[in-house]
């Protein structure tokens, strides 16, 4: 009989079997109480002497590795400027921390974890992205862990969270449109299934409306996942979404787009359309992210501090490390965006201000725009 024997019984790593054993920090009460159980199934008595050499002093704080796992997601930085932010604020704190960080991605319903995982070289887990399946999320729950950023659903997660108040975005792109004079809204929906993008679209739809704004929320009723990584589904949910927006009574002036990586196709498909991004519709988008600065005119868009975000999710992990048996932090720890609002693009030339918009708009007889200055923000 084996420690090994009992963490298949128990359904986790020999080494966490080996952590309760010796008291040792690192294991939810659920793991522990599953091991307690295996051991009185099994009949197994840990032996008095510990087999192989004595450490010079017990460790406290094990190994001072931190896990950083990618579910299911574009781990490739340069396809995901969000996670390669929140990536380097989550490097750059462990380094404070005198922590190394280990990187990988796995696919959701992979069945095996990483080497380092099963080695027990890490002392909690940074996580992102969608929950594993089952067999690997009982696994990973021996070990303190902190999921990172907007999670796309409530249920299947553990542990505690460290995401942007979606709901503070939502204002925030709502007051800046307002703010701009804009009384007619849109918000550009193609993920219903996006847990931060519903809570955008809410608190988008609610701070409009109590200023008396009529508001649009343009989707699409084929939209899927799919969106994601099939270009042409996107221009073709884009373009049924903005076909609401050209066919409204009262067309919106202005657009929440709540994602930078869409804002390139909805600039080409409003054009395509015979709508001039930022002259017959002023855009927001979010995320502050290096891929719009091609773009002429430049719209503001809202920086979620990702980087920001990945330090805070380092710091609540060493508190879950030191302090195991907390209370976890099953609300999350809302991080405030702000507006970035548009100097020039890319090609250098500046973008219009609003006074001159407004100026190019009337010249151009277009119509539905209510003059107005636009609103500072911090």
Same mark, same amino acid.
């Given at each position: 009989?084996?420690?090994?024997?009992?963490?298949?019984?128990?359904?986790?790593?020999?080494?966490?079997?080996?952590?309760?054993?010796?008291?040792?920090?690192?294991?939810?009460?659920?793991?522990?109480?599953?091991?307690?159980?295996?051991?009185?199934?099994?009949?197994?008595?840990?032996?008095?002497?510990?087999?192989?050499?004595?450490?010079?002093?017990?460790?406290?704080?094990?190994?001072?590795?931190?896990?950083?796992?990618?579910?299911?997601?574009?781990?490739?930085?340069?396809?995901?400027?969000?996670?390669?932010?929140?990536?380097?604020?989550?490097?750059?704190?462990?380094?404070?921390?005198?922590?190394?960080?280990?990187?990988?991605?796995?696919?959701?319903?992979?069945?095996?974890?990483?080497?380092?995982?099963?080695?027990?070289?890490?002392?909690?887990?940074?996580?992102?992205?969608?929950?594993?399946?089952?067999?690997?999320?009982?696994?990973?729950?021996?070990?303190?862990?902190?999921?990172m950023l907007s999670p796309r659903a409530e249920e299947g997660f553990w542990g505690d969270r460290v995401m942007p108040d979606n709901r503070a975005v939502g204002r925030l792109a709502a007051e800046y449109l307002l703010g701009r004079g804009h009384r007619s809204l849109a918000y550009l929906l193609l993920d219903p299934t996006h847990?931060?993008?519903?809570?955008?679209?809410?608190?988008?739809?609610? #701070?409009?409306?109590? /200023? @008396? &704004?009529?508001? !649009?929320?343009?989707?699409?009723?084929? $939209?899927?996942?799919?969106?994601?990584t099939d270009p042409s589904f996107a221009v073709e949910s884009i373009d049924r979404a903005l076909g609401q927006i050209r066919a409204a009574p009262q067309r919106p002036t202005g657009l929440f787009v709540p994602s930078d990586q869409l804002v390139a196709l909805v600039y080409g498909r409003l054009r395509a359309a015979g709508l001039?991004?930022?002259?017959?519709?002023?855009?927001?988008?979010?995320?502050?992210?290096?891929?719009?600065?091609?773009?002429?005119?430049?719209?503001?868009?809202?920086?979620?501090?990702?980087?920001?975000?990945?330090?805070?999710?380092?710091?609540?992990?060493?508190?879950?490390?030191?302090?195991?048996?907390?209370?976890?932090?099953?609300?999350?720890?809302?991080?405030?965006?702000?507006?970035?609002?548009? #100097?020039?693009?890319? /090609? @250098? &030339?500046?973008? !219009?201000?609003?006074?001159?918009?407004? $100026?190019?708009?009337?010249?151009?007889?277009?119509?539905?725009?209510?003059?107005?200055?636009?609103?500072?923000?911090?």
């Amino acid at each position: 009989m084996s420690i090994v024997e009992v963490a298949k019984v128990a359904g986790t790593s020999h080494a966490t079997v080996s952590r309760v054993i010796n008291n040792r920090r690192g294991v939810s009460p659920e793991t522990a109480a599953a091991v307690q159980r295996a051991m009185e199934e099994l009949g197994y008595t840990p032996p008095k002497v510990r087999r192989g050499p004595k450490p010079r002093v017990e460790r406290t704080v094990s190994v001072g590795g931190i896990g950083l796992i990618w579910f299911g997601t574009d781990a490739a930085f340069a396809r995901a400027p969000i996670a390669s932010k929140a990536c380097a604020g989550a490097e750059r704190a462990a380094a404070q921390a005198g922590r190394s960080l280990l990187l990988c991605q796995i696919d959701r319903e992979a069945s095996e974890l990483p080497g380092w995982v099963n080695l027990d070289h890490v002392d909690g887990l940074i996580l992102h992205g969608l929950p594993p399946a089952s067999r690997i999320a009982k696994r990973l729950r021996g070990y303190p862990s902190v999921w990172m950023l907007s999670p796309r659903a409530e249920e299947g997660f553990w542990g505690d969270r460290v995401m942007p108040d979606n709901r503070a975005v939502g204002r925030l792109a709502a007051e800046y449109l307002l703010g701009r004079g804009h009384r007619s809204l849109a918000y550009l929906l193609l993920d219903p299934t996006h847990y931060g993008f519903e809570a955008r679209r809410s608190a988008f739809v609610a #701070t409009a409306e109590r /200023s @008396g &704004a009529e508001v !649009l929320v343009a989707t699409d009723s084929e $939209a899927s996942r799919e969106l994601q990584t099939d270009p042409s589904f996107a221009v073709e949910s884009i373009d049924r979404a903005l076909g609401q927006i050209r066919a409204a009574p009262q067309r919106p002036t202005g657009l929440f787009v709540p994602s930078d990586q869409l804002v390139a196709l909805v600039y080409g498909r409003l054009r395509a359309a015979g709508l001039e991004p930022q002259r017959d519709i002023d855009i927001i988008s979010c995320d502050n992210e290096w891929t719009i600065d091609a773009l002429y005119p430049k719209p503001a868009t809202i920086d979620l501090r990702a980087e920001l975000i990945g330090e805070v999710a380092v710091q609540q992990l060493l508190h879950r490390i030191e302090h195991p048996a907390s209370e976890h932090v099953s609300a999350t720890l809302t991080i405030d965006g702000y507006v970035v609002e548009p #100097t020039e693009s890319l /090609s @250098g &030339a500046p973008n !219009l201000p609003p006074d001159r918009v407004r $100026a190019e708009n009337a010249e151009a007889g277009a119509s539905g725009v209510v003059p107005g200055e636009p609103e500072e923000h911090v």
